[in-house]
């Protein structure tokens, strides 16, 4: 869930600045400043066994996972987010001057919330699309065993695969590493009520 601050417009070198001393984490959409309001239980729990299955998974190889905590900047649209999990390949490339922000994810997942989901589906994916390097976005559902993913092929097309039931097995093509359904909700615990809030 994102919660926009006072109406005051920022740089983006203002709000690098605030992210530098504030207790939570912000997201930048050229010009405006939104704070991230902490997730559910279940959001932990799958970044979690995504992220520490990407980084056994990837050991080795010349790939990185790295969890929320790890800024992402988009320049041709001005927004700075910060991704639940990310890998890049190779060295990260940074923004000009600063450590804390990157440029250049082949892989980016998201853990959907339901104040979220629609943006993260549209929006934030076609800012997602101007990244050069990017060429795999996974979307996961807290509410069911349910995974979608978008892979960029050779053509620039990006192609729609869905995984239901956790007997799946979810390739991550952008890195050639597989994970099961079932281990990307390990100790997930899925509540009726939550699929009968109404949004």
């Known amino acids: 869930m994102l919660v926009k601050t006072k109406s005051?417009?920022?740089t983006?070198?203002?709000?690098?600045?605030?992210?530098e001393t504030t207790e939570f984490r912000n997201e930048y959409r050229d010009g405006e400043i939104l704070e991230m309001a902490?997730?559910?239980i279940n959001h932990s729990q799958i970044i979690g066994n995504i992220y520490a299955f990407l980084k056994s998974a990837l050991r080795g190889k010349n790939a990185r996972p790295f969890m929320s905590d790890?800024?992402?900047w988009i320049p041709r649209h001005r927004r700075g987010t910060y991704p639940d999990v990310?890998?890049?390949e190779g060295e990260p490339v940074f923004t000009e001057?600063?450590?804390d922000e990157i440029l250049n994810p082949v892989l980016i997942v998201e853990v959907l919330s339901k104040s979220t989901k629609d943006f993260d589906r549209?929006?934030?994916f076609r800012f997602y699309r101007?990244?050069?390097?990017f060429r795999e976005y996974v979307l996961v559902s807290q509410q069911e065993f349910l995974v979608q993913q978008y892979i960029r092929n050779e053509s620039n097309q990006w192609l729609f695969q869905e995984y239901e039931g956790e007997s799946a097995t979810v390739s991550f093509t952008s890195v050639g590493v597989q994970m099961l359904v079932s281990d990307i909700y390990e100790l997930v615990i899925f509540k009726k009520e939550e699929t009968e809030v109404q949004e």
């Open 8 to 10: 005051k417009f920022y």
């Open 12 to 19: 983006p070198d203002e709000y690098r600045q605030l992210e």
């Open 38 to 40: 902490g997730g559910t």
């Open 70 to 72: 790890l800024r992402l």
């Open 86 to 88: 990310m890998v890049i």
């Open 97 to 99: 001057g600063r450590s």
């Open 122 to 124: 549209e929006d934030k």
């Open 130 to 133: 101007s990244i050069p390097e």
